[in-house]
């Protein structure tokens, strides 16, 4: 995930998978139920934790593959 949004229903989605859904649909993928709004919000919270998780399992991989050496 690299741009997560919250959508009505309260759940994060990528925004480009929901944008999709919302396309053709006024209901939530997770739950079924109609959207009150087809509004998303920016997730940076859940953003930064991505990219903060990311990092740390990148940094992860090049220490193990260093004390291969």
Do not use: F
């Not at 919270?45 to 990148?58: E, P, Q, S, T, V």
């Amino acid at each position: 995930m690299s741009d997560p949004v919250m959508a009505a229903d309260g759940h994060a989605y990528e925004r480009t998978a929901i944008e999709r859904w919302l396309a053709t649909k006024s209901t939530s993928p997770m739950t079924g139920g109609e959207l009150e709004h087809p509004y998303l919000t920016p997730n940076h919270m859940l953003r930064r934790m991505i990219r903060d998780w990311d990092g740390a399992r990148k940094a992860a991989v090049h220490a193990d593959c260093a004390s291969q050496l």
